[in-house]
């Protein structure tokens, strides 16, 4: 009896706490919607997804509330914070209660799963919650593929939906510069055309089809809006020094032997990368960023860091220079000289510089915030150094691997195995952390890289439902997480996203 009580809310994330009721709250097409003035595009928003449209007028200001749906301010809750929300059902009014609008986002994200399409009825319930890491996010990858802006657009959806809020775009590549730079045109001329792209079953032979794209300046204040309707911080990530052989091909003198240089054809890592002891390099990335900077409004700025060989640095003169002029000890603590004078940039401007764990190689830049994949150490140091950290470990979070241990009825992927449980079981903080380090774990993060991900509906197998078990490793408490009752909830959540236009494995 009780089981088929709870069946009635099958909510994802899991809220923090919920007490169901008897009886139903039901939806008429004369139900009204009371909105707190400062939230009235939430108010708009929970209209759209109704089952059936309400007549626009029956949103009022929440003052004289009488039945309906009520969302409004709580004052300052410090047990909701800015993003928890109290949502009560019961048959006469449903009302969600949060410190900011973000929180009344989230309300809405739970009530819409608690809507009976076929009756237009709410079971009652009382539900108070909030997330347990600030840093709930996605990762795709545009330098290998591109993703139409529809399809951006859908995942923001389909990201409310799990109340997922950091959209990290990995915006420049070897394989393609997808960002448009009005001083730099040649980066999107030249740097965004391949000529050639491996083909999946075989990754050493090539396909001979020109690939090629970017997102035009408007396109990505279009994003960048949207997601922000949708709660969502957009954070762009600019590679640099390694992983930058697109914009060499378009500017050569950015490199340490001049090229000529070729936009990368194949996956992997590309050699050539930007000379560190190039003041043009400093002035052109200068110059790049302010028009990153006017673009996305985030805290955050990723400037990768990542896989950046170093032989090249070796044999080249101004890098030695640079390397004996600053007593540097060797190619490591160059890289790190790279990234500190690019974090004083960013940090002048009030921005905050977010990198790979390899900005912990030659030592980590003073205020960096360090994002760990190659595992949780690289997380686990910089906490210790007293550095913010996103966990996003290949063990965990590499939403491009194998979703089977049997890849023969899988598409072709990367690599690795990390089926649905695995992403599940993931813990963010690390049992090597104190109760003060932990506080540095921001939270944690699924990366697309798309190598072998050449479309929207590819793209939706691979990150759904692994990024519906991450949206619970972030938002819900560690020790109500059951790995059973996730699989039994998220048969009537997948649904969802098949209604919303989305792919997902087992679709
Ligand atoms: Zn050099």
Redesign the pocket.
């Known amino acids: 009896m009780k089981e088929n009580v709870l069946a009635r809310y099958h909510v994802i994330p899991l809220p923090v706490q919920l007490a169901p009721f008897d009886g139903v709250f039901t939806l008429t097409q004369s139900t009204r919607i009371f909105v707190w003035p400062e939230a009235r595009g939430v108010g708009e928003y929970l209209q759209e997804l109704l089952p059936f449209s309400l007549v626009s007028n029956h949103i009022h200001n929440d003052t004289i509330p009488a039945g309906g749906i009520l969302l409004t301010n709580t004052g300052a809750s410090t047990l909701l914070g800015s993003e928890g929300y109290h949502l009560s059902v019961s048959p006469a009014a449903v009302v969600v209660r949060a410190n900011q609008p973000a929180g009344l986002f989230y309300g809405v994200q739970t009530l819409r799963q608690l809507i009976r399409a076929d009756s237009g009825t709410i079971p009652a319930v009382e539900i108070v919650d909030r997330p347990r890491f600030p840093w709930r996010g996605i990762m795709l990858d545009v330098g290998r593929h591109l993703f139409p802006l529809k399809f951006i657009k859908r995942l923001f959806d389909v990201m409310a939906l799990h109340k997922l809020n950091i959209f990290h775009w990995h915006l420049t590549e070897d394989q393609g510069w997808r960002i448009e730079i009005k001083k730099y045109p040649k980066l999107t001329k030249i740097g965004s055309r391949r000529t050639a792209s491996p083909i999946p079953s075989d990754h050493e032979k090539l396909d001979e089809k020109p690939y090629q794209g970017y997102y035009a300046q408007d396109h990505i204040k279009e994003i960048v809006a949207y997601a922000a309707s949708r709660f969502i911080t957009v954070i762009p990530e600019i590679e640099m020094p390694g992983h930058s052989v697109a914009a060499l091909a378009s500017y050569p003198d950015l490199?340490?032997?001049g090229g000529p240089y070729k936009v990368r054809n194949y996956w992997g890592i590309e050699k050539d990368v930007?000379?560190?002891?190039?003041e043009q390099v400093f002035s052109f990335l200068k110059d790049v960023l302010d028009e990153v900077l006017s673009l996305f409004p985030s805290k955050f700025i990723h400037i990768g860091g990542d896989e950046c060989p170093k032989s090249?640095?070796e044999q080249?003169?101004?890098?030695?220079d640079?390397i004996l002029r600053n007593n540097l000890k060797d190619e490591h603590e160059l890289q790190s000289y790279f990234i500190r004078r690019i974090e004083a940039y960013l940090n002048a401007r009030g921005r905050r510089m977010i990198g790979w764990d390899e900005i912990l190689e030659g030592g980590l830049a003073p205020n960096a915030t360090v994002m760990s994949w190659r595992g949780m150490e690289g997380g686990i140091q910089a906490a210790h150094e007293g550095h913010d950290v996103v966990m996003t470990p290949t063990n965990h979070c590499y939403f491009d691997y194998y979703q089977s241990a049997d890849v023969s009825t899988e598409p072709p992927a990367i690599g690795g195995y990390l089926p649905l449980e695995t992403v599940y079981a993931f813990e963010p903080v690390p049992p090597e952390c104190t109760a003060g380090e932990a506080q540095h774990i921001l939270g944690a993060q699924g990366n697309l890289w798309t190598e072998y991900i050449p479309t929207p509906k590819q793209a939706g197998y691979m990150l759904f439902p692994r990024a519906t078990a991450l949206a619970e490793v972030v938002w819900s408490a560690v020790e109500k997480r059951n790995y059973p009752d996730f699989e039994q909830r998220l048969q009537a959540f997948l649904p969802l996203l098949k209604k919303m236009g989305m792919n997902y494995r087992g679709n």
């Open positions: 490199g340490c032997t930007f000379c560190a002891g190039s090249l640095w080249c003169p101004k890098c030695q640079t």
